[in-house]
């Protein structure tokens, strides 16, 4: 799959979902819209017949053309002729409400223009067998009794659970939501994964690739210094034998190498795995690790910087695998240097830690590389990069040694000037 194939896969996904996410929030807001509005029409028609009763029990002929108006969302105000008795408004409220359909609670209050006061107020709550019991919980907004003051009676009724009303009239288009959250919000991980998988795919193809190339190379080599020694001819030249003899060592040395590093990394993959800790001098461990890369340093003419300043060098930890984390490190410095190396390598210690720095002055890691270098198998896509040999393995192996350790690793990198390597390691168990 080409990348213009993702690409578009990915951006026609992205449309599908936003299509349908749009699509059902216009329609949720739609359905609340309108949800909404009936109930509304619903309690100003229930109101209206509640006035026109009042009107005609306290037989006064004129009426209010429109007496319902609503102020707020949940909070309705009714204009009538004349005070009322709050238990006859209190059954005609029931009845209405229940003719209409409208059963949820609700508070009421009564407003006397003469008396320029709310004469009367009280609260119903509907209990679970359907019966609007009194309640001693009347919480009605004092803000809207400003609304009540005019130059006629009035009642009012506000709602408070209005909103959870409307949620439960809606209830099958919110389950519908969260079944279209859920298709969505599988559906991006699905993609994700099949990404995944891609990445993993090309990775490990990569690996293949290269630990065949890398393996073919010094095994090509060993066979042809072998056929060079089996010749009669090559008996009769003692300096030729040596120069094969040493080839082969050193070739055989070269795959010992990448077989181990594989077979550290597969160890350290193993939950069996358990670090064989014990006290270390680590500055004695560093210098033990410059002295055994010191004739492949003098190849390359590289200078190596020690400035061992840690008071306190002695740690618990494992010192097979620090060494190899101590020798990864200057390996990859070596490898990725693109003139005389130089590389600088520094202890201290700070808040009760024992800090190493590696530094090196090679080609640098690209910011944008620099999260993803301790992934197994990466490898820096870029500039000479391709041409250094490895598996993109000594940097996944040195992080989870760290880690095993309790400590941790960073890195700091500038193209084109260098790379450290800071590792932090606790001392605090001695």
Known sequence: MTNRTIRFILFFSAFILGGLI??????????????????DNQVSLALMSVAGQINRFNKDTMSVREPVTQI???YFTVEITNTTNPDHLENLLKIEFNRYGINLNFQYVIYDCFLDSVIWSNSLELTDDGRLIHSNQYKHPEVLHQ????NSHMFGVYFPSKGKYIARQMGIMIYSSIGVFIIVVFFIYLLIAIFKQK???????DFINNMTHEFKTPIAT????????????????PEKVQRYAQ???DESRRLKSQVDQILNIALLDSTRTKLKKNKITF??????????????????????ILALDAKQDTIVGDKDHLTNVIFNLIDNALKYSSTKPIITIRTFNKNQSLIIEIEDNGIGIPKEYQKMIFEKFYRVPTGNIHNIKGFGLGLSYVKKIVRMHGGR????SSLGIGTIFRIILQINDL
């Open 283 to 304: 500055h004695e461990l560093i210098l033990n690790v410059v002295e055994k890369v010191q004739v492949r340093t003098n190849e390359k003419a590289c200078q190596i």
């Open 409 to 412: 690793i960073e890195l700091s």
């Open 72 to 74: 707020q969302s949940d």
């Open 247 to 249: 080839i082969i060592k």
């Open 22 to 39: 749009w699509l059902q929030v216009y329609w949720v807001q739609k359905a609340r819209y309108f949800t909404e509005e009936q109930f």
């Open 199 to 205: 990445k993993l795919s090309e990775i490990r193809t």
């Open 222 to 237: 060993i066979t042809v210094s072998s056929d060079q020694l089996l010749k009669e001819s090559t008996f009769q030249h």
């Open 147 to 150: 609304y009540l003051a005019k």
